[in-house]
């Protein structure tokens, strides 16, 4: 991600038919993240679109995902919106904030696009009510990514890794520690990744469709916090602080474990001596009735706003490529790692491919599959406040304070900051 913003303009050649020039003469204009990742992705289906409607141009305009946030929320309180672009990369944690917070400034798209062909879960983060906002793109779908050797040297396979709780977890995490000196997992008190990873797979988030609070009496993140305190307690954990110390750990070869987003790929596979070393299974579950081994961590979605001049060319060129181009889904795997929610796109030679980095697993393969597993839940309009919230907990937690009385406290406090 980066701050720095920088202009990318696709004008590409006008030698197509005419007949394709519906929409033709209208430039559109987005704002995303990440230029290797979601401004390449959005690069590529301009490109590809742009085949058969020869006018059709498109400017991305790349800045940091807080500077897009803080601008968008600026401009919709205003009211002023000429400076708005035509399409946004919201990220799914913060759309219903954006949504719910600004009525009326997205466009409903459910009379156009297809949403049966998109994973559940996706489709429930932009939707309020009947109506449904937006194209969902990436995957964070989450899995258990471990090198192999470690494990080995512990006397465990790869079919001992495959149908795990996290007590489970927890006792091949002890014999690991103890028979090669290597730590299970890291764990930064700050990050609050591998709790929403386990609270989803136990099908609950921190508010109700009502979106009132769900702490105190919210099972899965009970169950979440109770196994984040057993993992403290059983000394397999390298502490780490930081994005930059968290890949380190593992490139480094300090951990046997770890438990992410699918986007986390990349960042494993950039140590090529690892090769071949690295293997991925369902995540551990939750001992909870109905939890399952499937969440997610991260995924971001396109919006078109409502004041945009170019509305009907947005909507039309979003379903076009991201609801429509199961080719274009192959392209982004192979050289962006994006893993589509679009269903249809979820097969195919790039998905049977098997990766040597992972011991020839074919890992998207299996990411697809997770994919349609994944608990839906409604994200709501505060999650960061409430990871705030429980981040400042969790002190108290590792120092045996019980959980009950935690939630009902972190509950309490929330009510008079956000409710």
Known sequence: MTTKNKITTLLLSTSLS?????????????????????????????????????????????????????????????????????????????????????????????????????????????????????????????????????????????????NLDWDQFIEIGKQVKQKTGVNMLTYDINDVVLPHIMMQSGGEWFFKEDGSLNIADNQALKETLLTIKKINDAKIVRPTSGWSSFVGAFNAGQVATVTSGVWI???????????????????????????????NQGGSSWYVLNASANKQAAIEFLNATFAHDTDMYQKLLLERGALATYLPASSGAAYAEEAPFFGGQKVFQDFAKWV???????????????????????????????????????????????M
């Open 372 to 418: 349609g597993e994944i608990p839906q839940v409604q994200y709501g309009m505060f999650t960061q406040e409430v990871d705030n919230a429980i981040a400042a907990e969790i002190p108290a937690l590792l120092k045996g304070e019980p959980v009950d009385d935690i939630l009902k406290r972190v509950e309490n406090n929330l009510k008079y900051q956000i």
């Open 18 to 162: 005419l007949a394709s020039c519906a929409i033709a003469a209208e430039e559109l204009t987005v704002w995303a993240w990440d230029p290797n990742f979601n401004v390449a992705a959005m690069n590529e289906a301009a490109s590809r679109y742009q085949q058969t409607h020869a006018d059709f141009s498109l400017t991305v305009m790349d800045s940091g995902k807080e500077d897009i946030e803080q601008k968008l929320h600026t401009m919709l309180a205003s009211g002023i919106t000429n400076s708005l672009p035509d399409i946004v990369l919201i990220e799914d944690y913060n759309a219903q904030k954006f949504l719910q917070a600004y009525p009326g400034s997205f466009a409903p798209m459910q009379d156009t696009v297809d949403y049966s062909q998109f994973a559940p879960y996706k489709v429930g983060v932009m939707s309020i009510n009947k109506n449904v906002y937006g194209i969902p793109f990436d995957s964070g779908v989450a899995g258990l990514f471990y090198r192999s050797d470690y494990l080995s040297q512990a006397g465990y396979s790869e079919q001992d890794m495959q």
């Open 265 to 295: 790929i990349g960042s494993i596979k950039s140590v090529e001596e690892q090769a071949g070393k690295w293997r991925v299974a369902p995540i551990p579950r939750l001992k909870l009735e109905g939890a399952k081994q499937a969440s």
